[in-house]
């Protein structure tokens, strides 16, 4: 063998030793915690924290517990979400539609950026914030660390309490 097909060998199963934990890795049949989720068959219900008509399908993770979780949220169109915090940092992006954010202690809907497909918000833990959708709903979906809660500012645009 010359010189040139042994470093050809070489750097082929160097390769081979770098890539095989990577293919490894992504193999759903090998690694334990593999999630997948299919947009179609997402199981959806009602969110009674975010109002009447909002929906809610949880990816990963048990919203009441200490773990990480993903969960998309889907807003029918002219839906309002009074200010709120959540308890910890949350990172939404936008999936589809429009949704109209804006971080604060007071709704107004003119200081509310749109954001659109492909956009990303992150709010620390305890920011006030709220939101709205207006001509057309939104798909959200929302990554951060349970346990899960909203906290609206003024009791009145608490969902749960109408």
Request: hydrophobic share 45%; charged share 20%.
């Amino acid at each position: 063998m010359n010189i040139v097909n042994s470093v050809a060998v070489a750097v082929t199963l160097a390769a081979g030793l770098v890539a095989a934990p990577l293919v490894r890795a992504e193999s759903p049949t090998m690694s334990p915690g593999f999630i997948s989720a299919v947009a179609s068959e997402l199981k959806w219900a009602d969110a009674p924290t975010i109002g009447p008509g909002a929906q809610i399908a949880v990816i990963e993770g048990d919203l009441k517990q200490a773990v990480p979780i993903t969960f998309r949220l889907k807003l029918p169109p002219g839906f309002k979400i009074g200010v709120h915090t959540h308890p910890g940092f949350e990172r939404v992006t936008v999936m589809s539609g429009a949704f109209y954010f804006a971080t604060g202690d007071k709704f107004d809907s003119a200081k509310a950026k749109a954001y659109m497909p492909g956009d990303v918000v992150m709010i620390p833990s305890g920011m006030p914030m709220y939101a709205e959708t207006r001509q057309e709903g939104a798909i959200l979906q929302v990554h951060g660390t349970g346990p899960w809660g909203t906290h609206y500012l003024d009791p009145k645009d608490d969902p749960r309490k109408k």
